[in-house]
């Protein structure tokens, strides 16, 4: 028997909004019992701007979960707490070691209840941050979204939330869509395994293009310096100055040093899904494929155990919806075993090529808005001790000599960031059948300069325009960009 395929509703997404909640986030809790929280985050700016927020947040008394009803306002109160605890650790000249019990108790047992850890994660700035502009218009728009709370201000931080949202939002109906495949793939049905795969690849076309928009809306410089410290993580921040983690008190007064990587969009459950959905396989950083190990049929090389440990950090029931979909997932194995089929081949290809290309554009945001501001900063210092110190805040950087800064920046999730991202990248394109399309996707034999490439007939234009239509783009030699479009 055939493991069951996930139902959506079981794991609290929505057809419509996935890992969004289908119901907006509350733009503040209805029990005026906590209204000091609210308060303290309507004024966050203000306060950390002051250097005001640890003394208020140090008399703030300790409020209990009671009060909590909905759903929604379970994540309110998470988010208004992640805020509060990033606030009030990074908020100062050097980092808080020790969280109040204020925020450290209800955190706690508001992160057990949603079943996420108690920190600012992804979901805490991102997917239950923000609201529509218009109600009546999809939040799947840039233009019609605003965030709830942000660390500075800033409207660069607010777009920086906000590109997410809108590609969680606009990748949302992906989520049937392949589930629908997995069945179909089941009961032989080609013909819709292919149609679902190239709206799929559409799709992912189409959040590329989103993730290309950040530099709109948010400055790099904005980004490095401002927003970017608030979002650390406590694991790996010795150098940081904190070398023990950072003490929570529990209910019971029980106090403990704890480390948790800070907020990364590693812990968006769409992509993973993408990935599993595709059969699209993470080695740990620096593995290499077919080790001979492999070969010898003896157990296959670790999976990457940072993408995995991010799925701690999505909320409980998003993380067992991956688990699941992982026990269905078909997709890759039904279009290996029908390679006869050159549409279905194409499709299948075309999906890698686009979230192959997402991922390329990703790095070069990363490169953009990290690697080469933590260059500029180090180039700009006047005064290596000071500067040394706001350095490691801001990358999580360890032992960064001159030189070989690439090498040791590190992610606010802890990775040794390009490695990490380029070897995701190329591994994107494992799975792939078509030779041409291997070809195009390797980095090492990647056309140079303005060559145009061509990955075959996708589907019919809509609006009935004669001629194969398919997805074409170009790879400059200048950002090695896959700049695939469809026309
Ligand atoms: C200025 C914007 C961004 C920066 C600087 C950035 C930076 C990073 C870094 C450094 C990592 C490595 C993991 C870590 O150690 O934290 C990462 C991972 C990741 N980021 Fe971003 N990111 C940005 C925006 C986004 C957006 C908008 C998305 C949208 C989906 C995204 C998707 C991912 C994914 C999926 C991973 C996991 C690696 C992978 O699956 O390829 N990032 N990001
Ligand atoms: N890992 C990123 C941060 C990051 O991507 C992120 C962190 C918190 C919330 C959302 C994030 N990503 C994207 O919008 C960094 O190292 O700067």
Not at 280 to 291: F, Q
Not at 352 to 364: E, G, P, Q, T, Y
């Amino acid at each position: 028997m055939l493991p069951p395929i996930p139902n959506l509703a079981d794991y609290g997404i929505s057809p419509e909004y996935g890992f969004l909640p289908a119901e907006l986030p509350l733009e503040r809790l209805p029990d005026p019992y906590y209204n000091k929280w609210e308060a303290i985050v309507l004024n966050l700016q203000g306060l950390i701007l002051s250097k005001r927020l640890r003394g208020v947040i140090d008399r703030l008394p300790v409020l209990s979960t009671i009060g909590l009803e909905h759903d929604s306002e379970w994540r309110r109160a998470y988010s208004l707490l992640g805020f509060m605890a990033h606030g009030y650790i990074w908020g100062g000249d050097s980092p808080a070691e020790v969280l109040p019990a204020a925020i450290s108790v209800p955190l706690l047992a508001i992160s057990e209840h949603l079943e996420i850890p108690p920190v600012a994660t992804y979901a805490a700035v991102c997917l239950w941050n923000f609201k529509p502009l218009f109600i009546d218009e999809h939040v799947d728009n840039l233009e019609n979204l605003a965030t709830l709370t942000t660390f500075t201000g800033s409207i660069d931080e607010s777009w920086f939330y906000l590109v997410s949202v809108a590609i969680e939002a606009r990748g949302a109906p992906t989520i049937p869509l392949m589930l629908n495949a997995i069945d179909a793939a089941r009961g032989n049905d080609s013909a819709t395994v292919t149609l679902c795969l190239q709206k799929f690849a559409e799709r992912l076309d189409d959040l590329g293009a989103l993730l290309q928009r950040m530099h709109e809306g948010c400055d790099p410089r904005v980004f490095y310096d401002r927003i970017r410290p608030f979002l650390a993580g406590s694991k790996n921040m010795e150098e940081a100055g904190l070398p023990n983690g950072v003490l929570y008190e529990d209910a019971t007064g029980a106090r403990s040093y704890r480390k948790y990587s800070g907020g990364s969009n590693a812990q968006s459950s769409l992509i993973q899904f993408f990935d599993i959905i595709l059969g699209i396989v993470h080695r740990t950083t620096g593995e290499k494929k077919d080790t001979a190990s492999e070969k010898e049929g003896s157990a296959p090389p670790p999976k990457n155990n940072f993408l995995l440990e991010m799925r701690k950090y999505m909320p409980g029931p998003h993380r067992r919806f991956l688990e699941d979909v992982g026990l269905v997932a078909n997709i890759r194995e039904y279009v290996e075993a029908n390679s006869d089929n050159a549409e279905l081949r194409i499709a299948f290809d075309a999906c890698l090529a686009m979230l192959s290309a997402f991922r390329d554009v990703h790095i070069n945001v990363v490169t953009r808005y990290v690697v080469m501001k933590s260059r500029e900063s180090r180039s700009r210092s006047k005064s290596p001790e000071v500067t040394r110190r706001k350095l490691d805040i801001a990358s999580s950087s360890r032992d960064v000599k001159e030189g070989d800064d690439k090498k040791n920046l590190k992610g606010t999730g802890g990775t040794a960031l390009i490695p990490f991202l380029k070897q995701a990248r190329d591994e994107t394109a494992e799975p792939s059948v078509e030779p041409w399309a291997r070809r195009y996707m390797s980095k090492s034999r990647r056309p140079r300069g303005q060559e145009d490439f061509f990955l075959g007939k996708l589907n019919e234009h809509a609006d009935g325009a004669d001629g194969i239509c398919g997805l074409a783009g170009t790879w400059t030699a200048e950002d090695d960009t896959g700049g695939l479009c469809h026309y």
